[in-house]
């Protein structure tokens, strides 16, 4: 791919906001993909201790953008007609049984009625026993009656997947989805090379410098045997990784490479309202969309995030492992990343 940059114009002026002070971003990147090009920017560091500088090839905790990428896997299989969107899940999982049973499309809407999820961490039970569980629990509303953002339902969704397949759905998903648009870093269990890669998480306040964290929804270390793929968000990987998914929704279901995972008319619906009309989140399928239906986009818990634009081959990602806290500095470093992807990758932009 060809790296262009972005806006000329202001395009130091988010360093003003990185470094190890009060207030600061120790490092982030942010890329914009249109028309088959890419732009890559690389700011501060990965870890402030060595000072690895931030770079394309950074891992990190992907967090809640692999609902979406999970929810790519499920519409593969609604596209060949083994599973459908508002069919109930019992059909799959008979545990699950009575009149007030969601559908595929709840699940991946999070109206199911599931709660967020059963208890920390998330990478300590397969999908399976996750579907099992979900089915004794207490819904907290009926099936499409509120929105409650889940971990859980697209945990249940995946759980479906596996049946219909008889495989576990992680190698599917490599198989389907991953390895098909070259995400070749995405992956539940990093490798000591992939560690060796991996950005520190920080949490940032104004009045001290960022503090080094953990991430506390999964097990250490990572190479720990019975830590299992969570589907709502266990995925770990790359700026590279992230901006060729987003790339493949903003194309119509074709990656990068040219290699078409899902059809046009199955990432179409991605920008449209899964959640029913009494429910006012406008969320589809493990993803957010915009009022306009011409953006979908999600966030992850440490603050990665990443959109594609309908119909329009442009992409944005912006990955940085914040673990919280508050900070000016980081909410000026994205308002001025922000903008600047915004004039250089808008829907009517061109490079």
Request: with cysteine; aromatic share 8%.
């Amino acid at each position: 791919m060809e790296d262009t940059p972005l806006s000329a114009a202001a395009a130091d002026s988010p360093k003003d906001c990185i470094g190890s002070g009060p207030g600061k971003v120790p490092g982030a990147v942010a890329i914009g993909c249109a028309g088959g090009k890419l732009a890559v920017r690389c700011f501060g560091v990965a870890d402030v201790a060595t000072q690895r500088p931030m770079a394309a090839d950074t891992v990190g905790w992907l967090a809640s953008n692999t609902k979406a990428i999970a929810c790519a896997l499920v519409l593969s299989y609604v596209e060949e007609g083994k599973l459908a969107l508002d069919e109930p899940i019992s059909r799959h999982l008979p545990e699950w049984r009575g009149s007030g049973v969601p559908t595929l499309r709840q699940c991946m809407s999070h109206t199911s009625g599931l709660p967020f999820f059963p208890g920390m961490p998330i990478d300590r039970r397969p999908v399976q026993l996750l579907a099992r569980m979900g089915a004794a629990a207490e819904l907290v509303s009926a099936p499409g009656e509120k929105y409650l953002y889940s971990n859980w339902g697209i945990d249940v969704a995946a759980a479906c997947v596996e049946v219909v397949a008889g495989m576990p759905w992680e190698v599917l998903l490599k198989e389907r989805i991953l390895d098909p648009l070259d995400m070749r870093d995405a992956t539940f269990h990093p490798t000591p090379e992939q560690c060796g890669r991996m950005a520190k998480g920080y949490v940032l306040s104004d009045d001290r410098p960022a503090q080094e964290t953990t991430v506390d929804q999964l097990q250490y270390p990572y190479s720990l045997h019975g830590r299992y793929p969570e589907a709502g968000g266990g995925l770990f990987g790359t700026p590279m990784d992230m901006v060729k998914f987003f790339a493949m929704v903003a194309g119509g279901g074709v990656g990068l490479n040219g290699r078409r995972v899902l059809e046009a008319e199955t990432v179409a619906l991605w920008f449209e309202k899964q959640t029913p009309d009494c429910v006012a989140e406008r969320y589809s399928f493990g993803a957010q969309v915009s009022e306009d239906g011409r953006m979908m986009s999600h966030g992850g818990a440490w603050s990665t995030w990443g959109c594609a634009y309908r119909g329009s081959g442009i992409a944005r990602v912006f990955f940085v492992q914040r673990a919280g806290g508050e900070s000016k500095g980081y909410e000026r470093f994205k308002a001025l990343v922000d903008r600047d992807a915004e004039t250089s990758f808008s829907p009517t932009a061109k490079l």
